[in-house]
């Protein structure tokens, strides 16, 4: 365990720096929209407090969001695509990389699958670590807006509904508890099916291109199995209840689980060499 968790300080302590950029990034374009859509509202009314008399002349923070909302999914959509490509850097960083670093990790002394979970553990770190940063940004965004708003023309306005504003943080930070597992859950398993396939590209190398893409269309069919079978054959679909639709789709998704893991398992111990 300690030499597991030292992997993962190591592949964070690697990623911090772009972190730091993505965050500083998020709150520089977020920030700014905030407070230059509130100076353009309070403008555009021409605020003078002895005549606000009814609420449509109050200003929300919903409202602001809803204007700047181009600037909130510019910079979560800028996240997710560092993210996404750091999922296949985070590999061949270490094949490509100088002297190739990979083969010292291999030799440390510890269970090589330890560097497949570190590097998972690293990349979900990175994800909830944005994640959280977003919702301290909201707080900050709400009080830099109430700074600058006269605070009886503050139409109130609640946290839920700040997500309601921009559909995208939906899917981002989904409300329902259950929907949030399961919308993390299928990312988690996805990244784990391209660990798998890199890994398998790395044993193979120029067929090991066919498997992965081969493996990666297989793990797609089975997650989707229900959506599959629809577009084939609805009738085959109605005769099961939507609760049977979930606890078959969540099998599917718990098979490609164990899959990633037992194949990454093999592949990184049997199949690459030093």
């Known amino acids: 365990m300690k030499h597991y968790l030292k ?101 440390l002394p510890t269970a090589r699958f330890h560097i497949y979970l570190a590097k998972a553990t690293a990349i979900l770190t990175f994800i909830f670590s944005l994640l959280s940063f977003q919702i301290i940004l909201f707080w900050i965004q709400k009080l830099i807006f109430n700074s600058i708003v006269p605070s009886h023309i503050i139409k109130p306005s609640y946290f839920s509904e700040h997500f309601m504003t921009i559909r995208f943080f939906l899917t981002i930070l989904p409300h329902q508890f259950e929907q949030f597992i399961i919308s993390y859950g299928l990312g988690t398993i996805i990244m784990l099916t391209i660990f798998t396939a890199i890994l398998l590209e790395r044993s193979f190398r120029k067929i090991g291109l066919l498997y992965a893409a081969s493996y990666i269309a297989i793990c797609s069919v089975i997650i989707l199995l229900p959506h599959v079978i629809a577009a084939f054959d609805d009738e085959i679909i109605s005769l099961f209840y939507p609760n049977e639709l979930f606890v078959i789709q969540l099998f599917c998704c718990v098979i490609v689980l164990l899959a990633n893991v037992s194949i990454g398992h093999y592949l990184i111990n049997r199949k690459i060499t030093v």
Request: overall charge neutral; glycine content about 4%.
């Open 7 to 107: 992997l993962v300080h190591f592949e964070i302590i690697r990623f911090r720096y772009i972190l730091l950029a993505l965050m500083a990034l998020t709150a520089v374009l977020e920030i700014g929209s905030v407070i230059y859509y509130t100076n353009d509202a309070l403008t555009i009314r021409a605020v003078d407090t002895s005549y606000i008399r009814n609420d449509y002349e109050l200003i929300s923070f919903s409202f602001i969001l809803a204007n700047g909302q181009f600037w909130f999914k510019l910079s979560m959509l800028i996240s997710i695509i560092i993210i996404g490509v750091y999922i296949f850097v985070i590999w061949y960083r270490d094949w490509f990389g100088r002297s190739t670093f990979i083969y010292r990790l291999l030799m």
